[in-house]
């Protein structure tokens, strides 16, 4: 991880949700204003469940309205039986770390924001975390996956509520 921040260019994870458009149109804002090349949005379709190929389509639609670069990137096999949370976060950013090395980028952007920061201390709580798991989401992390330890994980909207970036997403209609 460079000492400054993150390396560039980067790519954002891009769910369609409120937090990952948000993201998406500051990350590219913000590299325009700078002169440098915008991000990349990585879209996963976990197909998990119906519908989800539509989503991801509309997810691709608001990435390349902003003017971006997007891939749909598509989980495959058959869907877990149990534990389908974990094994969708695992399938998700093993598939945006596959692309991300094979495609010379460093730098995942993901748009956890102050209310998840509440939420992952109230989980960790719950689940009896000594003081180490009550620690908070750190802005930049090591990429979740250990296979893709060379990667970066950034988190720029902790300081940020999903109320304010939802005030930010209608003044930018």
């Known amino acids: 991880m460079a000492a400054l921040g993150p390396p560039w260019p980067g790519a954002v994870a891009l769910s369609g949700g409120g937090d ?43 990435a390349r309205k902003a003017g971006l670069e997007a891939h749909i990137l598509t989980r495959k096999g058959s869907a877990p039986r149990s534990g389908v949370e974990a094994a969708a976060r695992d399938a998700r950013y093993g598939l945006m770390g596959a692309w991300m090395r094979q495609h010379g980028l460093a730098t995942l952007y993901v748009g956890h924001t102050l209310d998840d920061q509440a939420e992952t201390f109230l989980l960790r709580l719950g689940r009896g975390s000594g ?34 970036l939802r005030g930010y997403l209608k003044a930018q209609r």
């Not at 180490?132 to 990429?143: E, K, Q, V, W, Y």
């Not at 250990?146 to 909207?157: G, I, V």
């Open 20 to 62: 990952s458009l948000a993201l998406m149109h500051l990350l590219a804002g913000w590299a325009r204003a700078q002169g440098l090349p915008p991000p990349v949005a990585l879209i996963v379709d976990h197909a998990l469940r119906a519908g989800s190929v539509g989503e991801a389509r509309k997810a691709l639609g608001f």
């Open 131 to 164: 003081l180490d798991g009550l620690s908070a989401m750190r802005r930049l992390a090591p990429f979740p996956v250990p296979a893709f330890a060379d990667l970066n994980l950034a988190r720029p909207l902790l300081g940020f509520s999903r109320a304010g």
